[in-house]
């Protein structure tokens, strides 16, 4: 099992530019979540899918949209990129509300 | 805001010492977590305790949870330098999502 996947690893971005972070996980997981991380910030929830067809805001939902394609894959999109949306985004996915597991990361910069 | 709160926010110790962590939050909690973060890498989950446990162990882990004072303590005992990492705790609140702290950079000096 790959657990979670997480593409681009490293993106650049110029303000104004869209992208779409993708993340896929096989262990049937329910719950799918992302989150960004700021030095000194610790993790904050952006969205997330508590079941396939659901999705909800998180803490720092501005900026951002999601996608909750199936079960298996559920997509961050940034319509408009800012230079505060410079972060390492991670995704995780649960099978109920305990243990999240996490993808490796993409590292965005926004110029 | 951040539910919850670690300390110390850095801790460096010698190989074979003691580390200790501390967490703190505000409201009821179905459980809470405790994940690593090394450098550059994604969280890995390492113990939950329910709120109806007082203590946990796993390996060379020891966790307590004290819901009196919305605290929760991470032992990690004989420590060697693959532990130099981050640490979070992540409480279960009911609401589908955990949240998360700040963290604590734990050192170990060879």
């Known amino acids: 099992n790959a657990g979670v996947t997480q593409t681009p690893k490293f993106q650049v971005l110029k303000t104004g530019q869209s992208m779409t972070l993708q993340c896929a996980q096989d262990m049937n997981h329910n719950s799918m979540y992302w989150y960004r991380q700021d030095p000194g910030m610790g993790l904050r929830l952006i969205y997330y899918?508590?079941?396939?067809?659901?999705?909800d805001k998180g803490e720092v939902p501005n900026g951002y949209n999601v996608s909750r394609l199936n079960k298996r894959e559920f997509s961050l999109r940034l319509e408009s990129a800012a230079p505060s949306q410079t972060s390492v985004y991670f995704c995780a996915s649960s099978a109920h509300r305990d243990t999240q597991y996490f993808g490796p990361g993409t590292r965005l910069t926004v110029l | 805001s951040q539910q919850g709160e670690e300390d110390p926010q850095a801790l460096s110790i010698q190989e074979g010492e003691n580390a200790t962590m501390n967490c703190s939050y505000k409201?009821?909690?179905?459980?809470l977590q405790w994940y690593r973060q090394n450098s550059g890498r994604g969280l890995v989950h390492l113990i939950l305790?329910?709120?109806?446990?007082r203590e946990k162990h796993s390996g060379r882990l020891r966790v307590t949870l004290d819901t009196s004072k919305k605290s929760s303590s991470l032992l990690i005992t004989a420590s060697r330098a693959a532990d130099t990492a981050s640490y979070f705790c992540a409480t279960d609140t009911g609401a589908q999502k955990l949240v998360f702290g700040q963290g604590t950079r734990l050192t170990i000096n060879p």
């Open positions: 305790i329910r709120s109806n446990e």
């Open positions: 899918s508590a079941s396939e067809g659901t999705t």
């Open positions: 409201t009821s909690i179905n459980n």
